[in-house]
């Protein structure tokens, strides 16, 4: 099985950055479209950002203009680049592929925006 491993979280003040990513342990990502997703205490996962195998992207509304998800695979990772955050971005995000079934979830990394 595929492990995922999310990583560059940590404390930002409103209005910096963060660059995220997601190390695979085997070459899924000319395989795989893969997601980045977060969660907050009590609340479902959310989806954030996509991007396909031939690199298509697309984004949720709340993150779109800030937010840019990308993919090297040589290096197996995928990255969450993070700009203009808010304190609403608050999170514990997620990769995992987009298809069913997903692959064993990471541990997550978690995201605070507070000044």
């Known amino acids: 099985q595929v492990q995922l491993v999310e990583s560059g979280g940590g404390l930002v003040q409103p209005g910096g950055s963060l660059r995220l990513s997601c190390a695979a342990s085997r070459s899924i990502f000319s395989i795989y479209d893969m997601d980045w997703y977060r969660q907050t205490p009590g609340k479902q996962r959310e989806l954030v950002a996509s991007?396909?195998?031939?690199?298509?992207?697309g984004y949720a509304d709340s993150v779109k203009g800030r937010f840019t998800i990308s993919r090297d695979n040589a290096k197996k990772t995928m990255y969450l680049q993070m700009n203009k955050l808010t304190p609403d971005d608050t999170a514990v995000y997620y990769c995992?592929?987009?298809?069913?079934?997903?692959?064993?979830w990471g541990q997550g990394t978690e995201v605070t925006v507070s000044s």
């Open positions: 991007i396909t195998t031939d690199g298509r992207t």
């Open positions: 995992n592929t987009a298809a069913e079934p997903k692959l064993n």
